[in-house]
């Protein structure tokens, strides 16, 4: 049961980035996903969450309007495209399988480095 | 927003019992969450509900949420607990999920 997080990188201030994250050994469509972020050496803030159907999706009012979630069932895989990045942005970005309504996360990947620069 | 506070650094010796606490207006009414944090490495969900323990937790770890202040317990504290702890809540209320700042737990 694992979740591999990939995408992340050195991309300017205002530009894009699109984060996936491979799900294996689980029944993907069965769970809520999450993304959540940690500023190296920092706190954790949740993000972004999606239901199993992929027809609910919720966001931090950080991220809202530049930050969209989705998934794709049949191949097991969830994604995060990052729009009009700041310097603030910059993170680890974890995928996390959640409960119902992304009340708690219990399965996390090792994460992925989103690094922008002004 | 809701506001979760930890203390930044706990320490205890081995064998010893560790308590972090989370701090939170009301936080009794909602269900919390701990998570362990080693270095360079992913967080790991502890304790769910407050204080049901996912498969493969040892039950040295239990919790409690009253009032204002939710507990993380960790008896016969081993140096592998050596870890940052955050506290967790989805707050109905306002429909965020908030974590708490981590608190660097040290086994001396």
């Known amino acids: 049961v694992q979740l591999v997080e990939s995408g992340g990188g050195l991309v300017k201030a205002g530009g894009s980035l699109r984060l996936s994250c491979a799900a294996s050994?689980?029944?993907?469509?069965?769970?809520?996903m999450s993304w959540i972020r940690q500023v190296p050496g920092k706190g954790l803030e949740w993000i972004a969450y999606?239901?199993?159907?992929?027809?609910?999706?919720d966001y931090a009012d950080s991220v809202k309007g530049r930050f969209a979630v989705s998934r794709d069932n049949a191949k097991n895989s969830l994604s995060l495209h990052l729009n009009s990045l700041r310097d603030e942005d910059t993170a680890i970005y974890y995928c996390?399988?959640?409960?119902?309504?992304?009340?708690?996360?219990?399965?996390w990947g090792r994460g992925t480095l989103v690094t922008v620069s002004s | 927003s809701y506001v979760l506070t930890q203390p930044p650094s706990v320490s205890v010796a081995p064998g010893q019992t560790a308590r972090i606490t989370c701090g939170g207006h009301?936080?009794?009414?909602?269900?919390v969450q701990w998570y362990q944090q080693h270095p360079g490495q992913a967080p790991l969900l502890v304790l769910y509900?407050?204080?049901d323990r996912p498969s493969g937790i040892p039950e040295r770890f239990s919790g409690s949420n009253l009032d204002n202040t939710a507990t993380l317990t960790i008896s016969m504290v081993e140096v592998g607990d050596e870890a940052v702890y955050y506290c967790?809540?989805?707050?109905?209320?306002?429909?965020?999920?908030?974590f708490g700042g981590g608190t660097k737990l040290t086994v001396v």
């Open positions: 996390a399988r959640s409960s119902w309504e992304a009340w708690y996360f219990d399965l």
């Open positions: 509900d407050n204080s």
């Open positions: 999606i239901s199993g159907s992929g027809k609910t999706t």
């Open positions: 967790q809540v989805w707050h109905s209320n306002s429909d965020s999920r908030v």
């Open positions: 009301n936080i009794g009414i909602n269900s």
């Open positions: 050994a689980f029944t993907f469509k069965d769970y809520y």
